[in-house]
T-cell receptor, first 113, second 113 residues
């Protein structure tokens, strides 16, 4: 069975600093996708970044980048130059052989001025 | 281009009642998935509809049922509501062949008293 684990319930970062959120996963599939979603208090789940397992290069989207370690089944999100608007719940998610996204329990990110 | 829409935004029901939640997918999307997000948890997959059929189901009882209409919109029905059904219900849509790329609606907050 697929599992996604986020071991940091809460993280805090100062504005303009860098923070890294951790995620580990388990799957028996060789072909899969990994995602980071952001969920602000408005509840809308917003896709931040996607990584295809077959790609060796780490995905980047502006201030957001990932460190994908396939052998270790690790998928961390780095947010650079943190902004107040980055404060939200962040969910790591896995999509492999089925049709469902499997989510971790989330990490609450607090950004302080 | 309208994104995924859901109605109602929130509602309150009494234990034992039945509820229907609605979802309209993003333009061009033909697949709809439903997720339940309990407070403080990540979303859990309920089921997915494609071509008006339930294609896959998560670990949810038969009290949870759904429907997809010819225009691809979808309904989630929950019978015999329990207090534990209180949650945010998220709908996500995707294009054919790109099930990994799911776009989420704002959700419906259900409270069962």
């Amino acid at each position: 069975a697929q599992t996604v684990t986020q071991s940091q319930p809460e993280m805090s970062v100062q504005e303009a600093e860098t923070v890294t959120l951790s995620c580990t996963y388990d799957t028996s599939e060789s072909d899969y996708y990994l995602f980071w979603y952001k969920q602000p208090p408005s509840r809308q789940m917003i896709l931040v970044i996607r990584q295809e397992a077959y790609k060796q290069q780490n995905a980047t989207e502006n201030r957001f980048s990932v460190n994908f370690q396939k052998a270790a089944k690790s998928f961390s999100l780095k947010i650079s130059d943190s902004q107040l608007g980055d404060a939200a719940m962040y969910f790591c998610a896995l999509y492999d052989s089925g049709y469902a996204l499997n989510f971790g329990k989330g990490t609450s990110l607090l950004v302080t001025p | 281009d309208a994104g995924v829409t859901q109605s109602p935004t929130h509602l309150i029901k009494t234990r034992g009642q039945q509820v229907t939640l609605r979802c309209s997918p993003k333009s061009g999307h033909d697949t709809v998935s439903w997720y339940q997000q309990a407070l403080g948890q990540g979303p859990q997959f309920i089921f997915q509809y494609y071509e008006e059929e339930e294609r896959q189901r998560g670990n949810f009882p038969d009290r949870f049922s759904g429907h997809q209409f010819p225009n691809y919109s979808s309904e989630l029905n929950v019978n015999a509501l329990l207090l534990g059904d209180s949650a945010l219900y998220l709908c996500a849509s995707s294009l054919p062949g790109t099930g990994y790329e799911q776009y989420f609606g704002p959700g419906t907050r259900l409270t069962v008293t």
